[in-house]
């Protein structure tokens, strides 16, 4: 599968931006997606995930009541939705596959987002 982020960019705090996610190839319902996000200088940290069927997500705390993960396997798409957006939301955003079977992880390029006024 390869991975294409986009939908990044800058924003006041408080706004909101939805990233998306195009994966190619097949049987993209097979794989377990991911958003992380990498700030200057920091490591590549965790932010949100969906299962295969979208039956389940998970977010890191810090994100939790302003970012929702959403998928769309007919389209094979993932989103990120942001809202309420603060400056420590900056970083390079990161779309990620997991193949549960293999137990291999693919990344796209990412997205950059950046948060000031």
């Known amino acids: 599968v390869q991975l294409v982020e986009s939908g990044g960019g800058l924003v006041q705090p408080g706004g909101s931006l939805r990233l998306s996610c195009a994966a190619s190839g097949s049987r993209f319902y097979r794989y377990d997606m991911s958003w992380y996000r990498q700030a200057p200088g920091k490591e590549r940290e965790f932010v949100a995930r969906?299962?295969?069927?979208?039956?389940?997500?998970g977010y890191t705390d810090s994100v939790k009541g302003r970012f929702t993960i959403s998928r769309d396997n007919a389209r094979n798409m993932v989103y990120l939705q942001m809202n309420n957006l603060k400056v420590d939301d900056t970083a390079v955003y990161y779309c990620?596959?997991?193949?549960?079977?293999?137990?291999?992880?693919?990344w796209g390029q990412g997205t950059e987002v950046t948060v000031s006024s």
């Open positions: 990620s596959a997991f193949d549960s079977t293999w137990a291999t992880r693919t």
């Open positions: 969906i299962s295969r069927d979208a039956g389940g997500t």
